[in-house]
């Protein structure tokens, strides 16, 4: 199942910038793991205010058990509010090998 993922970060107030910088990476890596192992298909940054960090991403998951394992086990979680939209085929898509000339 493909899912349509929204990320918005907020880094707690008075958290010191070596820890941000360390989560970042190891954020970073995890989401080359993810894409390694097939879930994480594509991933965009979004506009937000300032001080907050957005991402769209779309994951591939056996569920939606499955989506929240893997979610969950980022780095920055705790500082994300996620929201999650199982995605369904449209029989008008573009990338659909049926439609593709």
Known sequence: MEFLVEFEVTVPKGTPEREVKALDAAESAAAVGLARQGHL???????????????????????????DTLLSALPMSGWMHVTVTPLAPHPNDPGAPSLRY
Not at 50 to 67: F, P, Q
């Open 41 to 67: 298909l594509r991933l965009w940054r979004a506009p937000t205010a300032r001080g907050k960090t957005k991402a769209v991403g779309v994951y591939d998951a056996d569920s939606r058990a499955e989506l």
